[in-house]
């Protein structure tokens, strides 16, 4: 089955910094990379996805990249502010005619100081 | 917007209790969803379903069973709760839908089994 790593699980940064999260998966079939950021209390919600047609994807502030060959996928968060503290969770499937099944990393506990 | 609620947000239960915790959707979504959540661990996928009445064992279904008798609803059940059991469960939803593959989650359910 699928194996997702996902690093570091930890990271601190001071506000205005930029953030990157790497993830790393095993089957070559996945073709759908989703991240998803859990605010304290609340359950993990949808933040950008890609596909694995798609090398780069950007929504304002927040990027994700895909390397297909090396099986790594990374969400980059640039001018990060309080409010991006959260837990980051990757996670890989084969969507999109596949079983819909994604496989999470183990999340990133982000923190960023004022 | 898409809502799925979980019955409680806080249970303490004794060991050897039966649990149950309830996920209600109101999408009309066919996939159903229970995760596990613990500190280093991530998500950890106990059952599925995806359509009424039927379940498939996700990566840690032992002490665990499920019950879907509507599309909208979807429990999880602890026969007999252990101290082990004591985590945070997540219910999501998705729908089987070409490219549409975000899972929507509930706020989850922190259990505490004394």
Redesign the interface.
Known sequence: GENVE?HP?TLSVQEGDSAVIKCTYSDSASN?F?W?KQEL??????II?IRSNVGEKKDQRIAVTLNKTAKHFSLHITETQPEDSAVY?CAA?T???GS???T????TSLIVHP | DVK?TQSSRYLVKRTGEKVFLECVQDMDHE?MFWYRQDP????R?IY?SYDVKMKEKGDIPEGYSVSREKKERFSLILESASTNQTSMY?C?S?T?R??Q???Y????TRLLVL
Not at chain 1, 41 to 46: D, F, H, I, T, Y
Not at chain 2, 105 to 108: A, E, H, Q, T, Y
């Open positions: 996902q699980s759908y989703p998803y209390g609340k359950g993990p919600q949808l996805d969770f499937s969507g999109a005619g819909y099944i994604p999470f990393g183990r999340g | 799925v996939n280093g661990l991530g998500l996928l599925f997540l999501a998705t089987l070409q490219y593959e975000t899972q989650f509930g706020p989850g």
